[in-house]
């Protein structure tokens, strides 16, 4: 027999959440899936008002709602533009616009924006370290294309006036890791690996210079600047192949990235990535029970 909540289409998920009460129930669902609570001091025994709709802690006395110390937080759009964000944001390969959303979801651009940014905050990446044979690879994002020059940044370390280093892991036909990083000098992308790579797990990167002498790992280069791009199972396009996914992305989509900003969009794209495979369904439920975990983002936090 069928799963009820199992789509594979745009139709199959708004007629699923077709109304408001479907998307509460489900989000209730979600919420108190490991048992009621209070949000604000944790006690199990929690009083539910005629309505459904909110609830009273049997300790501490204060009211809340389902969304209450969520993402969603004190936000007063229907659970139903929610979900219909989530779904656009967590399907679209190289993400959709806060523009684009907000005509699709029927809000400003204003608010498609702080939306697209609380559900990036629920695209976290995983922690724990990589193992087996890791991709690893920096690139650039930002600032003006005449100002990066390949030779000048692998020496600096900073990828020229107004751009952001960020650095990339993936392991071969497994999961990938990305992060900002304050530069990609030998020491700073070594700390990141050395966190992120169990030891004696196979490394393959090119030959810039900030990789000599890793220890711990069986290193291997693959040599660009000599023309050489494989060299047997030894490359690093995999990584390459998602930083041009997020290029796209950035170039196609969003234009723009506030480094303030970039470690979210760079969460968002490994999020979808490493659930290419996923069924939308899956993919969905992930990011809804990670925003029923995580605690709001404000307004002021992100135009501070």
Not at 50 to 56: D, E, M, N, Q
Not at 73 to 92: C, E, H, N, Q, V
Request: include cysteine.
């Amino acid at each position: 027999m069928k799963n009820e909540f199992e789509f594979k289409t745009l139709t199959e998920f708004t007629d699923y959440f077709c109304d408001e009460e479907t998307c509460r129930k489900h989000f209730t669902g979600i919420r108190f899936r490991n048992g009621q609570y209070c949000p604000h001091c944790g006690h199990k025994e929690i009083y539910t008002f005629a309505s459904g709709k909110r609830y009273r802690c049997a300790k501490c006395k204060q009211d809340f709602t389902i969304k209450t110390g969520t993402v969603f937080g004190d936000s007063k759009l229907p659970l139903r533009k929610w979900f219909m964000a989530i779904y656009l944001l967590s399907t679209s390969n190289k993400g959709i616009s806060s523009v684009q959303l907000a005509k699709q979801v029927g809000v400003t651009q204003k608010t498609g924006w702080f939306m697209d940014h609380r559900i990036r905050k629920a695209m976290k990446q995983n922690k724990g370290q990589l193992f087996g044979t890791v991709e690893a690879d920096e690139t650039f994002i930002g600032g003006l294309e005449k100002n990066k020059h390949i030779s000048k940044r692998k020496h600096i370390g900073t990828g020229g006036k107004g751009k952001t280093p960020v650095f990339g892991m993936r392991v071969r036909n497994g999961e990938t890791r990305a992060q900002v990083v304050k530069s990609v000098q030998g020491k700073e992308l070594k700390a990141v690996i050395t966190a992120a790579i169990a030891s004696g797990s196979k490394v393959f990167t090119d030959s810039y210079c900030g990789y000599n002498n890793l220890k711990g790992y069986r290193h291997t280069v693959v040599n660009h600047t000599g023309g050489v791009y494989v060299n047997g199972d030894v490359h690093t396009n995999s990584i390459e192949s998602f930083w041009a996914l997020f290029k796209r992305g950035y170039h196609g989509i969003y234009h723009w990235m506030s480094s303030k900003h970039l470690q979210r969009y760079v969460d968002e794209f490994t999020f979808r990535m490493n659930r290419r495979a996923s069924e939308m369904q899956t993919v969905f439920s992930n990011v809804v029970e990670n925003m029923a975990d995580e605690s709001k983002l404000g307004y002021k936090e992100l135009t501070a």
